[in-house]
């Protein structure tokens, strides 16, 4: 049976637009002009070797490209993934408070973890930074108990769930894979950090993502529920709650749209009653 070239044209710009490119980036990729691209998203026929081409650019097979079923929503989702982890990274990586005691174990975790967030180019590698991030996080969980307890818990919440965020699934990784092949797409330091990340876990394995959550959901919100109870943490404790809808951490079971939506209608009304640190957030929400 004859490939429809509107067909295929159809899912080239699905493809191209859910991946976040112009014309001019997939033209550049599979050695055509930008208007070229802009005839074939158009109708006109495409050869089978540049068929072959656009479908490897974007992780599918040829078979795929020509059908009327493709589903490509996976991938622009995947994108989303990674602009709202930029936004929730300028967050969580302020882990919120130190300690005064100089020289103290927790003191000390605070300060890596302050380092961490700074290095935004993993100058020691990815494994380095999750071995000590793991680290930090026992010593946040062994002050829990203690004097340092709501702070503890404030960073352990803070380390638990960055470390979380660099376990992408398989739909980001596809798309990860796809900026790396595409390495003008990859300037921004998030995205080298997440490839580094992405890069470790195929080389090493990590924790499954549902794993992970699992694993460390009932701490996080027993430490949440405690924050609560302090006035000083109250307005922290509920936009953690908020951010954990937001990248997805709660309710799994959810698309990704309805978690983001449930995250920044409950960030949005934190605001209006008064949570400083949720306007704050809200500002940078919006530059998404």
Known sequence: MQTDPRIVGRNIERLRRAYGERQVDLGRAIHVSGSAVSNYEGGTRISPQ??????????????????????????????????????????????????????SDFRLACEECRRLASDADLSNGISFWRTELLRCMQVFNEHMDGPLSLEAMANFNSSAVVYWLFLPDADTRVYLDHLRRNPTLTEDALVRLMLQANDARNEH???????????????????????????????YA???????????????????????????????????????????????????
């Open 50 to 103: 540049l068929i072959e081409r656009v479908a490897a650019h974007y992780g599918v097979t040829p078979s795929q490209l020509e059908s009327d079923s493709l589903d490509v929503t996976r991938y622009g989702d995947a994108r989303d993934y990674v602009r709202t982890t930029q936004v929730l990274l300028r967050y969580l990586f302020r882990f919120p408070a130190g300690s005064s005691e100089k020289g």
């Open 238 to 288: 509920e936009l953690f709650a908020a951010l954990l809808y937001f990248c997805g951490f709660s309710a799994p079971e959810l698309d990704r749209e309805t978690r983001v939506a449930i995250g920044m209608y409950m960030i949005y009304t934190q605001a209006r009653l008064g949570n400083d640190l949720s306007l704050a957030c809200l500002g940078e929400l919006f530059d998404l």
């Open 205 to 235: 394995g990590t924790p499954n993502r549902d794993r992970f959550a699992s694993d460390f959901e009932d701490t996080i919100f027993d430490n949440l529920y405690y924050m609560r109870q302090d006035p000083a943490w109250a307005d």
